[in-house]
């Protein structure tokens, strides 16, 4: 039970909570009696140690019983546990009451000029005293001595950051008065703010995009377990800084949310708190209306393994509880759901009087003497800045679990008959003018009615009691949040030549593109500079891709170590945990591994050290699964590489419909800052690692490489360095095929464009053509996307070029210039992917795309090539068909 608990309430609470058929009341009184003055007597530690000792023998007897994880519905921390308020006050409140009416001034205002834009007012407003708290007593900022803590924001509650921006000097009231303006701003001398946090938008302010709802807590828990990853390896240490998120109770239904709490807790990380905001309402009403959303959350982070901080009431309710000696508020609490619950944040004093209060004699018996105002006026906990620090404080101090508090809160927090826990209130963003008045009233705030009505922003003098107060508390923790900074070293890259001659040399050596890469990374890992900085990642597909001899090379990172003996350990490629391993094997969990590539391929920006992850992965689980966190990390300006492994629809021959890849090319092209490849070679493949490395960690230029990589075995062809240029544009003419002997003289001419797979059918292709007297020119293209890209910016140059006459080329035009007839493209994708380049294709040629439309399947490679019709066969009859109904 719940140690703010009287003990007298608890055996009034435990006896009327007592089944009917107890067969010996008497009994079991003697047993309440005796463990309460156990407790009394010896302390919790005792207490705790002698339920451990009966629920063992109770497992040993079988009678098939466990404790039940909920406890009442009560604050964790009691309150002769709370530690003295450290700041003051009265100055936290009223500076709590600024940052909600500009927040709310802010949505207001763009709504009533421009109804379309939208916004939240709701979520602030109930979250604003638990972000609030945390800005004046927690959230480190980056400095030389402190590396900073990590704040993930509730993206509902972006207008009460930029509130507080404003107070700080950070934002003008021209900046606040563009919000959600982010075009036409600039040209009103304003900086555009961004509906939720978005690095991309705004690079110098947030950290962390978490507007998809679930991406935010499992980045959080992955970004704290990073942090770990880098002290373990000596690269950083990251000891004393915290991963704050703040999510909400409806957000915690997404399956991302809750997908890696076990993690967290087996990798004990303490250094993660999450505070829930219980506000009980999702978008359309409440979360758990017939239930509790409070008493299943608890049940799951405390099953999962976390220390669970329940923030139910504030410090109004003490008095309370104090004189309740039978329980009856535990009691009604235990039965009111949480739609009833909401009905009553939404009534006013008179009304939970009468419908709360008036329940029962012993709940009326408390209200006594209380105003209906007073009863109106009764905090929930995460509106009570003291209880909310308490909280705060022992989440901080908790040592070997990750910590969640569960702050119960109410949605539309002051907004009264406008908002305050209604149906609606999350969609609203107008309120009239005795809305605004009542608002300036509830939280006392110094405006007059001319200046509540016309929604003016309010801003104390810098000299204000509250001004010195808000920079003197994040002086001392460390400066302005969120503060995205990119002040990073650069970080040397080898010579091509000294890591991968093998694969842009390979004089026909047979390989595939995957065994390439894993050859090429474990060069690049011997690397004294480099080496330390990769981050392999895998999720559980290591062996698959041949990264096996990677265990005993760099080991694999465990917290622990490794606390057995492996099966295989006489091997040479015995499996090897450790604490400074290298390579990150996520299990089965797509999600995971994506997430914990975000926290590498962002280290730059969030702790000032360039790390370069690898995640390698089956294609079709990348952009098709996780494809909105892939977008998070574009928004978070991710650099790296995603290595899509066994690509495209017909090199994975026996595995059929969802794991043959036909899209993820078309996905990522629509990804503005992730450059794709399809290369079909191992030196091609070697060549743009270089070109992304140099990209990422010399220019330090905020984009991130996605390159797909087959396991199929093929000779592979040197790659001579004049091609290198052009193969990092999108393409390159290969003339590396070798033409059939006694193939005759040429008569027509075509040309074959291929990729990944395809391109040896390509080859093929030409080589039964030369023996027709057809000539064929082939090209690998590299990069479908890069080449459409490009033809899309010239576009753009000459629809704005003051010189609108001259034209200018896309270099796939150029490319295709040199070559003749008709064009024929060919991948293992879906025909949508080479058909981006098709209004770039030279003028009067003729172009037929060739893909794996449809659905996936299993069979040989051969049979699906041939079903799909992108084999050397399909390709050949495809060229006689153009040149026919050319008539050449």
Not at 727 to 756: C, E, F, I, K, N
Request: glycine share 10%; charged share 20%; proline share 5%.
């Amino acid at each position: 039970m719940n140690a703010s608990i009287p003990a007298a309430q608890l055996l009034a609470l435990a006896a009327t909570d007592s089944s009917s058929a107890d067969a010996d009341p008497v009994e079991t009184a003697e047993w309440r009696e005796a463990f309460v003055a156990l407790v009394h007597a010896h302390g919790p530690e005792r207490a705790r140690w002698m339920l451990d000792e009966l629920a063992r023998l109770a497992r040993a007897q079988r009678i098939g019983w466990q404790p039940e994880l909920a406890t009442p519905y009560a604050n964790t921390v009691p309150v002769d546990r709370q530690p003295p308020f450290p700041g003051d006050l009265a100055i936290e409140e009223r500076i709590g009451s600024l940052m909600r009416w500009n927040a709310l001034a802010m949505v207001v205002r763009a709504n009533q000029a421009y109804g379309e834009l939208g916004g939240h007012i709701a979520s602030y407003a109930s979250a604003a005293d638990l972000f609030e708290t945390g800005f004046h007593h927690f959230f480190h900022g980056r400095t030389d001595v402190h590396g900073g803590d990590l704040v993930f924001f509730q993206p509902h509650s972006a207008p009460g950051v930029y509130a507080r921006a404003f107070l700080e000097g950070r934002l003008t009231e021209n900046d606040l008065a563009h919000y959600r303006q982010e075009i036409t701003a600039p040209i009103n001398g304003a900086r555009g703010l961004s509906s939720y946090p978005h690095p991309w938008l705004m690079p110098d302010f947030w950290q962390f995009p978490t507007g998809s709802m679930g991406i935010g807590p499992i980045s959080a828990i992955y970004h704290a377990r990073f942090m770990r990853y880098l002290t373990h390896r000596g690269l950083l240490d990251c000891e004393g800084r915290k991963v704050w998120g703040f999510f909400g109770d409806g957000e915690m239904d997404e399956p991302e949310s809750m997908s890696a709490l076990t993690l967290a807790a087996r990798e004990k990380l303490d250094n993660l708190v999450w505070v829930v905001n219980c506000n009980l309402q999702r978008l359309d009403g409440p979360v758990r209306g017939n239930g509790r959303i409070i008493d299943e959350l608890e049940k799951l982070f405390a099953g999962a393994g976390w220390n669970v901080v329940k923030l139910v009431w504030g410090s109004d309710w003490d008095g309370l509880f104090a004189r309740d000696t039978v329980g009856a508020l535990l009691r009604a609490f235990a039965e009111t759901v949480d739609g009833q619950m909401q009905t009553f944040a939404a009534k006013d004093g008179r009304f939970n009087r009468d419908h709360f209060f008036g329940q029962n004699e012993a709940l009326q018996r408390l209200a006594q003497g209380m105003t209906d105002e007073q009863i109106d006026r009764l905090k929930r906990g995460g509106h009570d800045l003291v209880k909310i620090h308490a909280a705060y404080a022992a989440a901080a101090a908790h040592r070997g679990q990750p910590t969640v508090i569960l702050a119960h809160t109410k949605k539309g927090y002051g907004m009264g008959t406008a908002g305050q826990g209604r149906m609606t209130t999350h969609s609203q963003k107008k309120l009239d003018e005795a809305d605004l008045i009542g608002f300036r009233n509830r939280f006392n705030l110094p405006l007059s009615d001319e200046q509540a009505t016309s929604l003016a922003f309010y801003k104390p003098a810098e000299d204000s009691p509250e001004m010195r107060y808000l920079r003197e508390r994040r002086a001392a923790l460390g400066g302005a949040l969120p503060q995205r900074r990119t002040d990073c070293a650069t970080l040397p890259v080898p010579p091509l030549a000294s890591y991968a001659r093998f694969a842009t040399e390979a004089a026909g050596k047979e390989m595939s593109t995957t065994m390439a890469f894993v050859r090429l990374l474990g060069n690049l890992l011997k690397d004294g500079e480099l080496g330390p900085r990769i981050v392999p990642i895998v999720a559980d597909e290591a062996r698959t891709f041949g990264m096996a001899n990677l265990f005993k090379q760099v080991g694999i990172y465990s917290s622990v170590g490794q606390r057995y003996a492996p099966e295989d350990i006489g091997s040479v490629l015995s499996y090897r945990e450790a604490i400074d391993g290298q390579i990150l094997e996520e299990g089965i969990s797509e999600a995971g591994a994506i997430a914990s590539w975000t926290a590498a391929a962002t280290s730059y920006s969030v702790h000032g050290l360039a790390m370069l992850p690898f995640y390698i992965y089956y294609s079709m689980f990348g952009f098709q699964r996780v494809g909105d966190a892939i977008w998070a990390a574009a928004d978070q300006r991710a650099r790296g590489f995603l290595l899509g492994a066994t690509s495209g629809r017909t090199t994975l021959g026996g595995e059929g419909l969802q794991h043959q890849d036909g899209s993820s090319h078309l996905v990522a092209a629509t990804i503005p800052n992730c450059r794709a490849w399809d290369p079909a070679f191992a030196g091609e493949m070697a060549v743009i690692v270089d070109a992304g490395m140099r990209e990422m960690l010399v220019e330090q230029r905020d984009v991130f490489h996605y390159i797909t990589l087959m396991n199929e075995n093929y000779a592979q062809p040197d790659v001579p360095e004049s091609a290198h240029e052009d193969l990092l544009r999108g393409g390159w003419r290969y003339d590396g095929w070798q033409r059939p002997d006694g193939a005759p003289a040429a008569t027509q001419r075509v040309t074959l464009l291929g990729s990944g797979a395809i391109l040896t059918e390509v080859v093929k292709a030409a080589q039964a053509l030369a023996m027709e007297g057809i000539e064929a020119t082939v090209f690998s293209i590299t990069s479908w996307s890069e080449l459409s890209r490009e033809g899309v910016a010239c576009e753009a140059r000459l629809l704005t070029s003051e010189a609108a006459a001259v034209r200018i080329e896309p270099f796939i035009t150029r490319l295709l210039a040199a070559s003749e007839g008709p064009v024929i493209a060919a991948t293992d994708y879906v025909r949508a992917v080479p058909e981006s380049i098709r209004a770039y294709v030279p003028e009067g040629r003729r172009y037929l795309t060739l893909g794996t439309d449809g659905f996936g399947r299993s069979d040989t490679r051969a049979a699906l090539r041939d079903f799909f019709g992108v084999d050397a066969a399909a390709i050949a009859t495809a060229a006689r068909r153009l040149l026919a109904a050319a008539g050449t």
